[in-house]
């Protein structure tokens, strides 16, 4: 997923680019399952809000470790040269 700038059609820069996986069962759709244990992990990665009752010296580090888990399962790290293409392919390419 990629997050682009545009003024009147017109891409400035790529703000930010996300690159997850999907999980596609022996029938070439989305795996719904897995796609749910994603969202629900997901869901995960955000502090807790609630008002929890930990001793000063303990940190709930449950997100910490909930995004290291979202990032193993269901993120992946382009390569420099396909990082490379991504631009190529955002800067030059026709028009919208």
């Excluded at 869901?43 to 709930?60: A, G």
Aim: hydrophobic letters at 40%.
């Amino acid at each position: 997923m990629v997050l682009l700038q545009v003024t009147g059609r017109q891409v400035h820069s790529i703000r930010n680019v996300d690159c997850f996986l999907l999980p596609f069962d022996d029938k070439g759709r989305i795996n719904k399952k897995e796609w749910e244990k994603g969202m629900r992990l997901g869901m995960e990665l955000l502090p807790s809000t609630l008002n929890e009752e930990y001793p000063k010296k303990v940190i709930n580090a449950q997100h910490r470790f909930a995004r290291r888990r979202y990032e193993h399962e269901f993120k992946w790290k382009p390569s420099r040269k396909v990082g490379e293409a991504i631009v190529a392919a955002v800067f030059h390419s026709s028009p919208l």
